[in-house]
């Protein structure tokens, strides 16, 4: 027996690695790079770097889809290993150069990167692109880093089988076809924005728009116009969304991710396009776990087919495909995560809040996000973080909230009291026109809380 018969991944990853002339001729980015460009290109990375060393490390500093998805090809075809930075500021790349010691980059700003030997993506024969090269599947040829949110930004690692394995179950889950085009919010270069916006539509053999579009009446115009069916979005965008004029008749499925989505928001977007949001609960290390929608009528979520999951403690843990290396797995396989979760019916389970989220005040135990959560219901509130600050003697919390709405602090904290337990209640309350967060809708909860613990020295 093969190994393509023992193990059919290998066969559909070497099937990625000889593309037929008809799809060559198909659109990937619309009005833009087909498929044959995108294989021409990769061609031209083995080229490069099969001259440079097969196995050397390459930077992917690009917001180009057709050159991150060549470079893919070529790392799956047994040529480099790619590094996707959380962003492409100063800091972040110093901070990752020192921890992978790269020297070679494919940038879209080389000026940004003194030092660094830049490729330029040139094409080559599309013929080169040898299947019996395929890199082995379960080493990793990507390494993507977390930042910066949390502290010191953290590098995962992920296999062929992890993402590709991910990008196929997505197509033939939420049935994405060649006749889909899709549309992003989110930038490509973290994993949600990679998985939804590159390689699943390169999987499926569909096309994706070339920008990332953050505006709202930006979204609408170019879903509308290009008759866009696939959106990927986060949920700071679907707030955006919740304009009276919003119709996209064209769109058959809303993706969200990167946060909880607001259900306000959800309800919003499916009263005025008969859209129930999807939204996908995982993350970089895990990989996708879970999916629910508001059609649903549940606040539970039901885990991918190719999932197992159980309780450690009150922790989930899960066992995939998509999990990478460095997680911790027990004996069977099981790996646990950072949330605490509650069984429900039908082998779903409710989401309770980080487990590294809960904190003592006055001898009890609050949840930050549930702290947060009931903040956002209260009127005209757009936005709200809870963190937890240290106090000055002890273990116990001091609990701040930072929260965009049209309210006065006293009318705030009054409406706060009659949703919240008094000792939950936060003691530092800072009322601000809106709340930034990064590329992909998440919060920098290190940088509310230097905003706090300031105040606190300058009071």
Known sequence: MTAEEKDPFISACKRILTPTKALCQKEFIHSGATYGDVYALAAGFKKTLGRRGAEKSVCLCTENK?????????????????????SFSPQALIE??????????????????PGVEIITPTTGDTTDLNP??????????????TGGSTGKPKVWSKTPRNL????FYLRDKFDITPRDLVIATVPPYHIYGLLFSILLPFVAQARVLPEIYNFPQEILSRINRHKATVLVSVPI??????????TVPSLKIAFSSSGALNRSDATFFLKKTGLGITEIYGSTETGGIAARSITENTESWK???????????????????????????????FCVTGDEVQPDKNDRFILLGRADGIVKVAGKRVDLLDVQNKIQTLPTVRDAVVVALPAEKGRESVIAALVACDLTESQLKKMMLEKLEPYAMPRQVKIVANITRTTTGKTDFRRVEKFFLAKKDQG
């Open 303 to 333: 885990p991918a087919d190719v999932v197992n999951w159980r309780l450690s403690g009150k922790r989930l843990a899960v066992r995939s495909a998509f999990v990478s290396s460095e997680m911790e797995k027990d004996a069977e396989g």
């Open 237 to 246: 965008h679907y707030r955006s969304l919740k304009v009276e004029n919003i």
């Open 164 to 167: 590709l394995s991910e990008a």
């Open 96 to 113: 990752m150069h020192d921890s992978t010691g790269f020297d070679t980059a494919i940038a879209d700003h080389p000026e940004n990167m």
């Open 132 to 145: 019996d090269t395929l890199c082995n599947p379960d080493e990793p040829f990507l390494r993507l880093f």
């Open 66 to 86: 057709a050159v991150i998805a060549a470079a893919l090809l070529a790392s799956l075809g047994g040529y480099g290993r790619l590094i996707l930075p959380h």
